[in-house]
């Protein structure tokens, strides 16, 4: 994965003008924007959104699911400052990242903490497959000098692998301290998210199978592996929530939340009451809301193509 430079963060990075919200931080001016070939559109609505707008609609959601493009030189600080701007007036917010997994949170707190620096951080964070800290770096740093918590919100590989040959049954025999690891989906994600998952990884994993068998069983066990991702992920926006933090950014891949995703899924079974407001980036220039994107998520926010 390719990571922008400090430069390329600072040359492309989005400013936002805050709008007063009732009972929610002060009204303060922030500079023009900087980067107006980033356009952004309602979702639903097919109109275009003003930075100001947006905002405004972050500011007033318990959560904000941001569905990013992996490495994007662009979606990532697209991403970053508007958290950035966000956590300026919302104290109470937290970070949850899809790239840190649950057993190097101790090393987050640490670094939140200046018991260790970065580097002892990422190092720590050297044996688990599931964490990437680097992209996100400018989120981490934006969390901690505002002194917002920032979660590690997804399972650790062995249990995502352990869920996928093995089935949520053995993973419920743990200790509890094993438990505490991961959570398995109180209502497993279907629909077009479990469908469209089939038909992406069943050329890589032997097929369906025969029409009236539905999906092969290592299939089946590979989705189980991603409902795993959804659960813990949600379960971990959840439990923040519930400590009294919002607006609660959850980082994700795109595929978890966009058309309804099975994190966007699971996480509305948990907090039906939740203002739930999702944000995706699209690889794409448009000046008008593209067809495909129409209904994908709450906001769209073109940030144009890449090379991963």
């Known amino acids: 994965m390719s990571i922008p430079s ?34 952004v559109f309602d979702g639903r609505e097919v109109t275009r959104l003003e930075r100001a707008a947006l905002l405004e609609r972050v500011r007033d959601a318990d959560v904000v699911l941001i569905g990013e493009l992996h490495g994007h030189p662009v ?23 899809e790239f840190l997994a649950r057993d190097t949170q101790h090393l987050v707190d640490a670094y939140l903490a200046d018991l260790i620096d970065w580097d002892s951080m990422v190092a720590g964070m050297a044996g688990s497959a599931a964490s990437s800290p680097e992209p996100h770096r400018p989120m981490i740093e934006s969390a901690k000098a ?6 590690a919100a997804n399972s650790p590989r062995i249990y995502t ?19 505490r690891l991961f959570d398995v989906p109180p209502v497993m994600p279907g629909g077009a ?29 590979s989705f189980r592996a991603q409902a795993l991702w959804d659960g813990t992920m949600a379960a971990t ?14 980082v994700v891949g795109q595929y978890h939340c966009d058309h309804d995703g099975g994190t966007l899924q699971v996480l509305r079974n948990l907090n ?13 220039w448009s000046d008008v809301l593209l067809e495909e994107d129409r209904g994908r998520a709450d906001c769209i926010a073109y940030v144009g193509p890449f090379e991963p």
Do not use: N
């Open 6 to 39: 400090p430069a390329v963060f600072a040359c492309l990075s989005l400013s936002l003008v805050a709008c007063a919200s009732p009972g929610r931080g002060p009204d303060l001016v922030e500079p023009e924007a900087r980067t107006p070939e980033v356009l």
């Open 75 to 97: 979606g990532l600080p697209f991403a970053a400052e508007l958290f950035e701007r966000a956590i300026r007036h919302e104290p109470s917010s937290a970070l949850a990242l």
């Open 146 to 151: 505002a002194g917002v918590p920032v979660l």
């Open 161 to 179: 692998r352990a869920a996928s040959k093995l089935g949520y049954g053995t993973l419920s025999a743990l200790s509890s301290s094993q438990r």
């Open 193 to 221: 998210y479990e469908q469209g998952f089939y038909d992406l990884m069943g050329g890589h994993m032997g097929g369906h199978g025969a029409p009236e068998d539905g999906p092969s069983d290592a299939l089946r066990g």
């Open 237 to 250: 926006v959840s439990r923040v929530l519930g400590q009294g933090h919002a607006p609660v950014f959850l």
């Open 272 to 284: 039906p009451e939740a203002k739930i407001l999702v944000v995706s980036v699209s690889a794409s």
